[in-house]
């Protein structure tokens, strides 16, 4: 059988769905998107995902025509039309179609899409032994330019990234802003641990404020470690005990080296592993 697809108010066949050539999200990639996650079928975390999509919405001035309590239920009808326990969520608003101008006025109807997939994970053996990661010569969009934190549907400048990180034969890239501070992965946050304290780069160093982060900012708390969202150098990172990543997909996958450095023992640290854990306890309470 094969995966339906929501698009516009209908679901269809994944290959009988259509979007134009003239659609502004192709030729210009003018709109934003949502990667969202089920356990055991239930929707992690679906209003705050919906409150980003709106907000990255607002920030390109793209008018959704759908409220949030629709756009839920269209992706409960999704998964559910799909038999979908464990499934990733692509929702996309693209700014529609056009004509060849730039201009979006001449977009007056915004199309809508909701994809419901299987998780594409990083590799079972990196949760255990940890990944490699390079630092990317390109660098994050400054906030002046696209603000990271609008998850639009304009990828390339992550794209780059991840493409040096696939040439030197690893899976992801840390990213700097323009004023050589830490940004984040190419889809995944960052985070490390220095004198048992947990760091992450506050959202004004232009990123995209991931959901995992925020969870991961929420347990910290609740298992009493000491955190603070705070500028950082490559130095900084280098010299750090333990360092991890964060994404929907991803969900905490340690990092054990950075370029040429191995990250404080080479191993997963205590604190990492004890956030992996509370993690995976939260998300099954959730569920
Ligand atoms: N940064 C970027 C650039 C991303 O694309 C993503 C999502 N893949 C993240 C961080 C992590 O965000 P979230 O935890 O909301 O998936």
Excluded at 130 to 147: F, H, V, Y
Aim: glycine share 8%; charged share 20%; hydrophobic share 40%.
């Amino acid at each position: 059988m094969s995966l339906k697809v929501w698009q516009d108010g209908n679901l269809v066949a994944a290959e009988q769905a259509k979007v134009s050539v003239y659609d502004h999200g192709l030729l210009y990639g003018d709109g934003v998107f949502e990667g969202i996650r089920t356990y055991k079928g239930k929707v992690f975390r679906l209003d705050q995902h919906l409150q980003r999509l709106f907000r990255s919405a607002q920030a390109i001035r793209l008018s959704i025509p759908y409220n949030a309590e629709e756009l839920g239920q269209a992706i409960h009808q999704t998964i559910k039309a799909n038999g979908q326990t464990n499934a990733y969520i692509r929702l996309v608003v693209t700014r529609g179609p056009g004509d060849l101008g730039l201009d979006p006025n001449k977009s007056p109807k915004p199309m809508v899409l909701i994809i419901t997939d299987k998780i594409a994970l990083y590799p079972k053996q990196m949760y255990e032994k940890g990944m490699s990661i390079i630092t990317a010569k390109t660098i994050r969009t400054p906030a002046q330019s696209l603000n990271p934190r609008v998850k639009s549907l304009n990828y390339l400048n992550n794209i780059l990234a991840k493409i040096e990180a696939s040439d030197a034969g690893v899976s992801e890239a840390l990213m700097l802003n323009y004023d050589g501070y830490v940004a984040e992965c190419t889809g995944d946050n960052i985070f490390a641990v220095q004198a048992d304290k947990v760091l992450t780069p506050p959202v004004s160093a232009g990123i995209l404020e991931g959901i995992t982060r925020d969870t991961v900012i929420e347990l910290a708390a609740a298992q009493g470690l000491e955190l603070e969202e705070v500028q950082m150098r490559l130095d900084d990172l280098y010299s750090a005990e333990e360092c991890f990543l964060t994404g929907t997909a991803a969900e905490i996958v340690p990092v054990t080296k950075i370029d040429d450095r191995i990250i404080g023992t080479g191993q997963p640290g205590p604190i990492t592993k004890l956030l992996m854990a509370s993690f995976h306890k939260y998300v099954h309470k959730q569920t």
